[in-house]
């Protein structure tokens, strides 16, 4: 099944100063926001395979334009993360079946590698609901400089048969990070956890 998608919106922040402290380089994160019809919205349906499908082509194709967004190469991608909103003629299986399942192998391709899980939230809405796209860097869960949030919230988004499906990427830390941990740079990246 191939995705309807009704809106794509993609934003950037980048932040130059912190506690009126200038950084040498600005942190920069991207959040693609994709607003999809929901198939199963105002039905019970066992088998979800098709939103499954969903997932993977959105990662993808949010995944990518996020790198594009920050204009940076996939490999220069440091953190990632995913959420959905679903309409509330849907549930949160929905939004599960599109996250889970098959969503973040082509992520990690728009990212060049990824052997970190991919964090991630979810919860039913009306339009304008606001969700926190969880951030994790995408190679080592314990990379503490890397644990953040960014905002996803569209005005008219998502209807009752909708789902506001979120990915978020960015090619650094928080801002001025100081309370210790594995740093970026001692990252070995083989179990995704260091």
Request: charged share 25%.
């Amino acid at each position: 099944m191939k995705a309807k998608i009704r809106k794509i919106i993609v934003q950037v922040e980048e932040v130059h100063t912190e506690m009126g402290r200038a950084l040498t380089q600005p942190t920069r994160r991207a959040v693609a926001i994709a607003v999809i019809q929901n198939p199963f919205a105002g039905q019970y349906v066992e088998d979800l395979s098709e939103l499954m499908d969903v997932g993977e082509e959105l990662g993808k194709l949010l995944g990518e334009r996020c790198v594009s967004a920050l204009r940076i190469t996939p490999e220069q991608a440091e953190s990632y993360g995913k959420a959905a909103i679903v309409g509330e003629a849907g549930e949160l299986e929905h939004a599960a079946a599109i996250l889970h399942p098959k969503l973040g192998a082509p992520l990690r391709l728009a990212v060049s590698h990824g052997a970190a899980l991919v964090p991630s939230s979810k919860k039913r809405g009306a339009p304008g609901a606001a969700i926190d796209v969880p951030l994790g860097h995408k190679d080592a869960a314990f990379v503490r400089s890397h644990f953040d949030a960014i905002e996803a919230r569209v005005t008219d988004a998502p209807f009752a048969n909708e789902i506001v499906v979120a990915v978020a990427v960015t090619d650094s830390g928080r801002p001025l990070p100081r309370i210790g941990g594995l740093q970026a740079h001692e990252i070995v990246g083989k179990d995704g956890l260091r």
